[in-house]
């Protein structure tokens, strides 16, 4: 079990040595639509390796995990379609090795794919990190308090080189004037506002395009709404936020992507 109590996939499962885990989620990338699953070179497929993480932890904590009758197989809905709009299935058979995990990672099946239909009667639902629709919509009137302590202070080193040169000060003034005008963009295009599933809550990832020496550089910032109001959580780096983000759904048109417009 994770530290805040979720079952992870890994203690629920064994999911064979890194090459053949890794080999499985090629392949599951080559059934699913065409996605941009590696935003960072240096970890090839760790968006989808994050997906499938955080995916599995819901579906477990939400009672989505479908079990066979005589409790040999289980599986999960990824969420994820083929081209031919079929879902995307995850299953497991039970573990017979004493002291391991409880369950063994089999493969990925598409829901017509008969080895899965001869376990189970019906496809299991698809995994949602919210319940109301509504929690999905970010209101621009409402104000927006920074936490400029754990921004500035406690993640210091995630702001690019030429931004940190500028002083703490400097970039407070900074941050406070471009979520300002995050705000107006948003009144006008309410897209620019992507939904996010982090400590399993529902939050918002804002851009912050940050001038420095007429090059911008942009990050997310992380609000969550208190109440009445939003408050300015942290920063993410574009990669780390574009994998919360496709938690919710497969973000489009998004100043997420790389080289996309808003």
Not at 53 to 81: M, P, Q, S, V
Not at 143 to 152: A, F, R, S
Request: contains cysteine; negative net charge.
């Amino acid at each position: 079990m994770a530290e805040n109590g979720l079952m992870i996939l890994r203690d629920f499962a064994f999911t064979g040595n890194n090459d053949f885990y890794f080999n499985k989620l090629s392949e599951l990338e080559e059934m699913a639509e065409k996605e941009n699953w590696t935003i960072d070179s240096e970890y090839p497929l760790g968006v989808l390796k994050f997906y499938i993480d955080k995916t599995f932890e819901r579906a477990f904590n939400t009672n989505n995990i479908l079990f066979d009758e005589k409790n040999d197989y289980c599986c999960f809905n990824t969420g994820l379609l083929t081209k031919n709009y079929e879902s995307i299935i995850m299953m497991f058979k039970r573990n017979e090795m004493v002291g391991r995990q409880e369950w063994f990672f089999i493969d990925f099946f598409i829901e017509s794919n008969r080895e899965f239909l001869d376990k189970f009667e019906k496809t299991p639902c698809v995994v949602k990190h919210y319940d109301n629709f509504e929690d999905l919509i970010f209101d621009p009137n409402l104000e927006i308090v920074i936490n400029y302590q754990h921004i500035i202070e406690e993640n210091w080193e995630r702001f690019h080189t030429d931004i940190a040169n500028l002083g703490k000060p400097a970039v407070q003034v900074m941050l406070k004037g471009v979520v300002e005008s995050t705000k107006k963009l948003i009144e006008r295009n309410h897209r620019i506002a992507v939904p996010q599933y982090y400590n399993n809550k529902i939050m918002f990832l804002l851009p912050l395009n940050l001038p420095v020496d007429n090059k911008i550089y942009t990050m997310a910032l992380a609000v969550e709404k208190v109440k009445s109001r939003y408050r300015a959580n942290t920063i993410f780096t574009l990669d780390w936020a574009y994998s919360l983000a496709r938690l919710i759904s497969k973000p489009e048109n998004s100043w997420l992507i790389p080289n996309s417009e808003i």
